[in-house]
């Protein structure tokens, strides 16, 4: 399989050979597909599936073929390499396909860290295999180490090790713990993906040339970002 880079914006086209196919869970960002007629078959996923991708049906692309995805605004594609031995636990939403036989299962995460993330269950792929992710903005690969803490936005975790320390955290001094968003705290052996897009709402208004002094009233005064838009 070959995947088109760097990945267009709006759209990524990906080439199969003939004894490849991949899963594509999200169909109707199929926007066009050159080979033959068959190649492609949709079937209905099972509850799990369904529950996991708010979604009842699948498609299994297979080649010799070519195909273009359509991507949300402001989002884009990335292809990770599963190895056999992966522990990598994603969250199902970012994954947009996976190449046919990569092996797919849930892991229900302990009752402290389903609480701390939210989610009640995430996905471990075995390889070998590659995994298509979407995510905003570009997705960044982070070590992280047993000792010295790797503080995340909750919003930008895609994907850790199973055996990775979770916890609750924010960090910095009091001003900083009050003006940020929650963040994870991991600890442990292995990547951390994330995705990149920025969130920061103040951040897009300075690039709109927001009045200074508008900014300064809304950080400074009690409930300032509330009363001042």
Not at 23 to 30: N, S
Not at 111 to 124: C, E, S
Request: hydrophobic letters at 40%.
């Amino acid at each position: 399989m070959k995947v088109a880079e760097p990945t267009p914006v709006g759209h990524v086209q990906i080439s199969l050979d003939t004894d490849e196919a991949i899963q594509v869970y999200h169909p109707r960002a199929i926007l066009a597909f050159q080979g033959k007629p068959t190649n492609r078959e949709d079937r209905i996923m099972n509850m799990a599936g369904i529950y996991r991708k708010k979604r009842f049906v699948a498609s299994r692309m297979s080649g010799a073929g070519e195909l273009i995805l359509g991507l949300p605004e402001g989002c884009s594609l990335a292809t990770v390499n599963i190895a056999p031995d992966s522990d990598l636990l994603f969250d199902f939403r970012h994954v947009l396909f996976h190449t046919d036989g990569l092996d797919m299962r849930t892991r229900i995460q302990t009752i402290r860290n389903a609480w701390i993330t939210r989610k009640l269950t995430r996905m471990r792929f075995s390889g070998p295999g590659l995994l298509g992710v979407i995510t905003t903005g570009s997705l960044v690969s982070l070590p992280l180490d047993p000792e010295k803490p790797l503080f995340v936005d909750a919003g930008a975790l895609v994907a850790y090790p199973e055996q990775a320390a979770v916890k609750l955290s924010v960090y910095g001094n009091s001003l900083a713990s009050q003006h940020m968003n929650v963040q994870f705290e991991l600890t442990g052996h292995g990547p951390v993906l994330l995705q990149t897009g920025s969130r920061d709402v103040q951040l897009q208004q300075e690039l709109s040339n927001e009045s200074w002094l508008r900014r300064a009233l809304r950080e400074l005064l009690p409930f300032g970002g509330v009363y001042i838009k």
